[in-house]
């Protein structure tokens, strides 16, 4: 296992100390289970990258599977770009990714889009499945609601949805409370998610 990988996103090892408590894991087992899921992690973050760039992903990046579009920006900023998640239970993964890939490889969706790999044991590990349809820049909003309406109109419904910021998930920013903007459930509209002023806990 590569050591200088890991390193490079602190935000994503601290989110997987966090995980580890939570699941109960102690010591060897949360070691173990943290630079698991960092090299799991840190590889779906790089084979983005290389997606976004044109670049086939690196094969040990099975923790996802991807589709790109047929035309993609040339250069990706990753403080700019931010993507919709759409989340899944493990027996509905053909069904989602099916209409997933075919949109996202005829021009409908983002730039680039992937899930979780449920044929990986990382992944086997974690509650349920999660899918990234990317954006250039959350501050395009047009293109934002682009992508939302499309996923509406792709069957995603019922879902409460939530964009979130690359920025946020390299810095370890996971859970509700990172997302940028939110579409209730049936909207096809959305709005700012407000957060937590970090300078009211201070005293």
Same mark, same amino acid.
């Given at each position: 296992?590569? =050591?200088?990988? !890991?390193?490079?996103?602190?935000?994503?090892?601290?989110?997987?100390?966090?995980? *580890?408590? %939570?699941?109960?894991?102690?010591?060897?087992?949360?070691?173990?289970?943290?630079?698991?899921?960092? =090299?799991?992690?840190?590889?779906?973050?790089?084979?983005?990258?290389?997606?976004?760039?044109?670049?086939?992903? !690196?094969? @040990?990046?099975?923790?996802?599977?991807?589709?790109?579009?047929?035309?993609?920006?040339?250069?990706?900023?990753? &403080?700019? &770009?931010? %993507?919709?998640?759409?989340?899944?239970?493990?027996?509905?993964?053909?069904e989602v990714w099916g209409k997933l890939k075919v949109a996202?490889?005829?021009?409908?969706?983002?730039?680039? &889009?992937?899930?979780? #790999? !449920?044929? #990986?044991?990382?992944?086997?590990?974690?509650?349920?499945?999660?899918?990234?349809?990317?954006?250039?820049?959350?501050?395009?909003?047009?293109?934002?609601?682009?992508?939302?309406? *499309?996923?509406?109109?792709?069957?995603?419904?019922?879902?409460?949805?939530?964009?979130?910021?690359? *920025?946020d998930t390299l810095a370890g920013n996971y859970g509700s409370?990172?997302?940028?903007?939110?579409?209730? &459930?049936?909207?096809? /509209?959305?709005?700012?998610? @407000?957060? !937590?002023?970090?300078?009211? /806990?201070?005293?």
């Amino acid at each position: 296992m590569s =050591e200088s990988r !890991p390193t490079k996103y602190p935000g994503i090892r601290l989110y997987a100390q966090r995980e *580890a408590e %939570k699941r109960g894991l102690r010591d060897e087992k949360a070691s173990d289970w943290v630079e698991a899921f960092m =090299e799991s992690h840190a590889l779906g973050v790089e084979a983005s990258l290389r997606r976004a760039a044109g670049e086939p992903a !690196p094969p @040990e990046a099975e923790g996802w599977v991807y589709a790109t579009a047929p035309v993609r920006p040339e250069m990706v900023d990753w &403080s700019e &770009s931010g %993507k919709w998640l759409v989340h899944c239970s493990f027996p509905y993964y053909e069904e989602v990714w099916g209409k997933l890939k075919v949109a996202t490889e005829a021009g409908e969706l983002g730039f680039l &889009s992937k899930i979780r #790999n !449920p044929e #990986n044991p990382m992944v086997r590990m974690e509650r349920s499945l999660v899918a990234c349809v990317y954006t250039y820049d959350y501050e395009d909003l047009a293109d934002v609601r682009r992508v939302l309406v *499309a996923l509406r109109e792709l069957g995603f419904v019922r879902e409460t949805l939530r964009y979130k910021r690359d *920025a946020d998930t390299l810095a370890g920013n996971y859970g509700s409370g990172s997302a940028t903007y939110i579409s209730p &459930s049936g909207t096809r /509209d959305f709005q700012p998610v @407000e957060r !937590p002023d970090p300078s009211s /806990d201070l005293t």
